[in-house]
């Protein structure tokens, strides 16, 4: 069924600069929901589209196929059978954990009794019981003695006489004690010890052991009785006399190790006092470690510890001490293997239990559940008849009774169900066997109806129950179900899923009871308990409806999906097809998610079936078809097809007129068409079916709301308070808060009122968080009163907290950005405003958009400010509060302008037409303005500042007039000014054009006349070997490579030497004559050339290289490229500045740097030693010229051309003067 409507609330905002509205129309938005049986709002509305949910007595287990008895009325039972108890079992057993403590109990009184017959006899036997068959008690002041036959002991009286006539030691009263304890005549037994605590003589050594074994043999006696009695008196009675037994032994012999076994025994059959027995155990076990008592015991109290292997480990030590234990030991040991997972063994340890005592019945229970627990035909019979043979040893054993009582259970013999548990109920006193018993009675009255007498049994049962046996609660939970009482189905309930918490049944029927409460958090917790039924069992529809009927106001995907998938499965797993309930369900989800083409489907498939199934229930079908078409109208409206809705609900109003949800919608659509009567008229005809309709109130409240009738509006929802039914309701609330908070914005407001108004709309949204504490438009209303107050911080906290909470709530964003306004934070508050238009409005809201303007406005941001209040105008152009704000602005902006003595002629003449503008605006507010929004005085005033600027524009425009002709004078001025500079640079730019064109000129005629010295130089001939003169002394000429230069002129030139590069090194600095003449005498008078200066010999060296690495040589005749650039001065001197290799063609050595002279010479000196390295380089080649042949040219042109280029270098390094010989020795140096 469609839900409440969700109302919106008051947008909050305090408007400082603008008038601007805080708030905008309430709106209802109905939306179609799932209908519910149990939701009795509309009267007209469809039956219920879930399922019920079945009680059921009993869990289900899928492996119980067996026993199937339900009863009427539920859907499943549960197919119990007999197993062993175990507490950390994860199924759901019959008996439960009572059974483990059953038989812990039992197998400690067995080890008991087991343990003081031992400690007894150990004590005695030896001492006072000798081997004959008599007893002889010694007759006072004589050597006679009385001997009586143990067989055949008189009556206990006259034995008392005798003993007490004779004075008879303390050892015979108890040896005489023990032998009636025997014969079973326990009324002698306690007679004569109790008399022995008064006329036994103890007036010999070691009596006082003799005292603590009287002592003790007859407190044990007591709690024997005590544990086998019945009634609470008598048995706390008895305890209390042996209390006082092992409380007076105390004060003989404390440590003693017997006294210590009884006592700790009696504090384990206490119950309460486990952790003192266990100190005094190990108190006799440090004293004799083989002690069978005490590593019984200690068995017993690990077991109850549920440290199972710790208690087999004692059993099996006691076993070992004494091979022949009696069978009682064996049945320990096999709980213990039980408990550890091992059957097989436990069935072999209660089997030898059965072997060494036939008559054993916890032997043969244990068999007996370890038979039923094979789930077999044969197994079950057998386990069957141990069971009937342990009823036969001891039909009033509490276990075998209740074992056979759920044998009958599933037999549908509920009488001797009834019997059987109600005798074991009554033939224990153990409370898990009570509890046990209770539930057997319980559930036998469950299953044939009497839900009274159930009730009873189980809640019984609870009462005796341990925390680990939750079957009881399980079926008390279902008997609150039956009576209707969910809160405490739902406690018990949970205690069963505390102790199981993967249980199918319980997580199932959690879910259905949390799924109808209005809790969030139970809602939460019933959607977790499906999806775990869900995952567990996939195959189960029932829950998959259930958990997509709580999911579909969490999350409306994952219901639809929830939803499709039971729909899938229904058709193919079951065969059968979807319930148009279902349909109808997945109909609104897709409605409600926007899809609203498949929601259309869906709805007309819903009808399709509803005509298929009429026919089977033609009543129910037709209520649901109403619901159906209410749903489609409401589709047909979000599509805008607003006359086939309107169809819809008048349709659906001819056959049912008291369907008040049909005069709402119908009263919204002509409220939406700005038809406010016609909305009115329908809204009170809801009234007319249902006067007490809070929907119906509320739409007329809000329609005095958008008309501003705060008053009228008001008391709709006062009166909605007023009625009992709806005096908590939400909405009514907020709107009564928002109407006080509204107040504060009123343009006839009493501003003495508004600290009260303001209390007031603050307790109205306090009362909703009482209510309701996650609604956001409380705390929202109570962030903006805070807002209000000043509290800007707070209302900022609280904002920031709900936008947090939901992002869907455009109302936060807007009283956020307005929080921010009011902290001066404008950029913040104008990025608020855009995402907020963004995000929920697209752009189009008008009131969102003046709230922007407004922020703009008091950023000083006027021009900003007016676009956004024309977009606004573009969206409601005769919104007169738009028109006042945007004439306010031009006015500001104006006024500015005209303010600012800077201003050009263009803005002052903008400024004042928009300031005759904003007049024009004003004057019409004045008298059209709405004075529901603002004050007309407020136009009249403002007009009236607008025409006192306007009388002053003229002076401002003339001022502006007059300060625009001065620029432009000065601007005609500048601008000559710039002219005349311009043609200057113009003009000097073209004499520098011409210059460099002459100079170019210049420089290629000089290029050229270069070009016609240097053509002829590279010359390729051959060379015929000429005969050398042989100097005195000489023995062969240089090798290969050496290049010799005559000495030319006066010493001018450095002497480069003719030897290796080692040789060189070791040179001394010595003239140049020295230099020849050690040179001549080193050479024996051969005549060699001499460089003419230190560059010389590394040209001729740098030529010799490159000559080697040309390609053209071959054999012994090669082609020698003899270049040589010889520059005059004269074209040096026209040539400045350019670099020493240019004019040099390609393939020619180039000079290496040389270096200056040590007077610091001219610069002419590179040019002269490029001349110099040449002519060293024609030398060189000339010098091998007998291996070498020249190419093309004539011999004798050449060798005339070297000779005067020779002499003109030769004159030119006499006038650049002589360079030392150290620094042709560091040149050589360096060029090596």
């Known amino acids: 069924m469609r839900e409440m409507v969700q109302y919106d609330v008051l947008k909050i905002g305090k408007p400082i600069a603008l008038t601007v509205r805080p708030g905008h129309t309430f709106d209802i938005r109905t939306r179609p929901h799932i209908r519910h049986q149990d939701q009795a709002s509309h009267s007209t509305s469809g039956p219920g589209f879930t399922f019920d949910i079945r009680t059921r007595p009993h869990i289900r287990h899928q492996d119980q196929a067996s026993h199937s008895t339900s009863g009427p009325g539920f859907t499943f039972d549960i197919r119990t059978r007999p197993h062993i108890r175990h507490q950390d079992q994860a199924s759901h057993l019959t008996s439960g954990p009572g059974l483990t403590r059953l038989y812990s109990c039992h197998l400690g009184c067995n080890e008991e009794e087991f343990a003081f017959t031992l400690c007894a006899e150990n004590t005695m036997t030896n001492r006072y019981i000798p081997t004959a068959t008599s007893i002889e008690i010694p007759l006072r002041d004589t050597d006679e003695v009385i001997e009586l036959d143990v067989e055949q002991l008189p009556d206990g009286e006259e034995v008392i006489s005798i003993l007490r006539d004779e004075r008879a030691p303390l050892h015979i009263w108890v040896a005489l004690a023990l032998h009636y304890y025997k014969q079973g005549k326990y009324e002698d037994f306690v007679s004569v010890l109790e008399t022995s605590r008064t006329d036994a003589d103890v007036s010999y050594k070691d009596h006082e052991k003799d005292q603590m074994a009287a002592l003790d043999t007859l407190a044990a006696h007591y709690v024997q009785l005590a544990r086998k009695e019945k009634q ?35 504090c384990l059959l206490e119950g309460d006092k486990m952790d003192q027995a266990e100190a005094q155990f190990n108190f006799v076990l440090q004293q004799s470690p083989e002690s069978i008592p005490a590593l019984l015991g200690k068995a017993c109290i690990s077991f109850n510890k549920k440290d199972f292997k710790g208690a087999l480990a004692f059993y099996k030590k006691a076993l070992r001490t004494n091979p022949n234990c009696p069978g009682a030991v064996r049945l320990g040991m096999g709980h213990c293997f039980l408990k550890l997972g091992n059957s097989e063994k436990a069935r072999l340890a209660f089997q030898r239990a059965l072997d060494l005592d036939k008559k054993c019945v916890g032997a043969l229970v244990g068999l007996a559940v370890l038979e039923l627990n094979s789930k077999n035909h044969d197994s079950i019979k057998k386990g069957v008849e141990l069971l009937s043979k342990a009823y036969t040893i001891d039909s009033s054993n509490p276990m075998v009774l209740n074992h ?122 019933a959607r977790d308990h499906l999806k775990k039924v869900t995952e567990e069992t996939p195959d189960d529809v029932e829950a998959l409806i259930e958990l997509a009927s709580i999911l579909e106001q969490m999350d409306i995907p994952a219901s639809l999906q929830a939803y499709q998938k039971a729909s899938q499965m229904l058709k193919e797993t079951v065969g059968a097809e979807v319930p148009p309930e279902i349909l109808n369900n997945i109909a609104a989800l897709h409605f409600r998610l926007g899809n609203y083409e498949e929601a259309k489907s869906y709805y007309e498939q819903t009808l399709d079936r509803c005509r298929q199934e009429r026919l089977q229930d033609e009543t129910y079908y037709s209520n649901i078809t109403v619901s159906i078409n209410y749903n489609l109208a409401r589709l047909y409206e979000e599509l805008c097809d607003f006359e086939r809705a309107e169809q819809l609900y008048k349709g659906i109003l001819k056959e049912h007129p008291s369907y008040v949800d049909c005069y709402l919608r119908l009263g919204c659509m002509a409220r939406d068409r700005e038809q406010i009567y016609e909305a009115s008229d329908w809204f009170k005809e809801a009234l007319q079916k249902n006067q007490e309709h809070a929907d119906a109130w509320a739409l007329i409240g809000n329609l005095h709301l958008a008309k501003h009738e705060w008053g009228p509006g008001q008391k709709k929802f006062e009166r909605i308070l007023k009625n009992p039914e709806t005096k908590s309701d939400t909405y009514s609330n907020l709107s009564l808060g928002n109407v006080w908070l509204q107040t504060l914005h009123t343009s006839a407001r009493d501003r003495t009122k508004d600290k009260k108004h303001l209390e007031r709309s603050l307790g109205y949204y306090k ?91 008091m950023s000083g941001r006027l021009e900003d400010c007016k676009q956004t209040l024309l977009k606004a105008r573009h969206i409601a152009p005769n919104d007169s509060l738009l028109l006042f704000n945007l004439a306010l602005v031009e006015q500001r902006s104006a006024i500015a302008v005209l303010r600012n003595e800077t201003s050009k002629l263009p803005q002052v003449v903008g400024a004042v037409r928009e300031l005759e503008m904003a007049q024009r605006f004003f004057v019409y507010l004045s008298k059209e303005g709405d004075r529901m929004k603002f004050d007309l005085n407020f136009a009249t005033h403002e007009a009236r500042k607008c ?139 051969e005549s060699k050339r001499r460089r003419k200066s230190g560059a010389g010999g590394r040209e001729k060296k740098r030529a010799k290289v490159d000559e080697e690495g040309e390609g053209t040589q071959s054999g012994k005749k090669k082609k020698r490229v003899i270049s040589k650039a010889f520059i005059s001065d004269e074209d040096s001197s026209g040539e400045e500045g350019k670099p020493s290799g240019e004019g040099v063609e390609p393939g020619l050595p180039s000079s290496s740097p040389t270096p200056r002279a040590e007077d610091g010479s001219s610069a002419s000196s590179q040019s002269e030693s490029e001349e110099s390295d040449v002519e060293e380089a024609h030398q060189g080649n000339h010098s091998h010229s007998e291996e070498e042949p020249q190419g093309e040219g004539s011999k004798e042109e050449m060798k005339d051309e070297v000779e005067s280029k020779q002499k003109e270098s030769e004159d030119e390094e006499q006038a650049e003067g002589q360079r030392s010989p150290d620094k042709t020795e560091e040149n050589d140096v360096a060029m090596e």
């Open 232 to 266: 609470k008196e008598k048995r706390k009675e008895l305890f209390a006399q042996a209390t006082l037994l092992y409380t007076t032994a105390d004060k003989i012999v404390m440590y003693d190790p017997n006294h210590l076994l009884g006592r700790a025994y009696f």
């Open 404 to 525: 056979l009582a759920d044998h009958f259970f599933f037999k549908k013999d509920y009488a001797k169900v009834q019997h059987l548990a109600l005798h074991a109920f009554h033939g224990t006193d153990v409370e898990a066997m009570q509890a046990e018993s209770c539930y057997q009675l319980a559930r036998a009255f469950h299953i044939q109806g009497d839900h009274d007498q159930a009730f009873q049994y189980y809640y019984q049962a609870t009462q005796f129950a341990s925390g680990g046996y939750v079957l009881p609660h399980y079926g008390l939970g279902q008997m609150y179900i039956a009576r209707g009482d969910t809160e405490n189905a739902a406690v018990c309930l949970e205690k069963v899923l505390a102790s199981q918490p993967n249980n199918y049944e319980t997580l199932k029927i959690l879910g259905s009871l949390y799924a109808s409460s209005p809790d969030p958090k139970k809602r939460e917790a």
């Open 767 to 857: 009362d909703v968080l009482h209510k309701d504490a996650r609604n956001l438009y409380a705390a929202n209303g109570i962030g903006a009163v805070l807002a209000h107050k000043g509290f800007f911080r707070e209302a900022r906290d609280v904002f920031a907290q709900v936008r947090e909470a939901t992002a869907d709530m455009p109302d936060v964003w807007l009283n956020l950005a307005h929080i921010y306004v009011e902290q001066k934070q404008y950029i913040s508050a104008i990025q608020m405003y855009e995402n907020c238009l963004k995000k929920f409005y697209s752009f189009h809201n008008t009131d969102v958009l003046l709230y922007l303007s407004r922020a703009y406005f």
């Open 947 to 1085: 025409a006192d600027y306007l009388s002053q524009a003229q002076h401002h425009v003339a001022r502006a007039r007059k300060v625009d002709d001065e620029e432009r004078l000065l601007r005609e001025k500048q601008e000559k000014e710039r002219e005349v500079i311009r043609q200057k640079q113009i003009e000097e730019e073209q004499e520098k054009a011409r210059e460099r064109d002459l100079q170019a000129q210049k420089m290629e005629e000089v290029r050229q006349q270069f070009k016609l010295k240097t053509q002829n130089l590279l010359q390729f001939r051959e060379e015929t070997p000429e005969p050398k003169a042989k100097t005195p002394g000489r023995k062969k000429k240089g090798a290969a490579g050496e290049i010799y230069s005559e000495g030319e002129g006066d010493g001018g030139g450095e002497t480069a030497a003719p030897s290796a590069k080692k040789r060189r090194r070791s040179r001394k600095k010595v003239t140049s004559s020295e230099q020849a003449d050690s040179d001549e005498n080193k050479a024996g008078g």
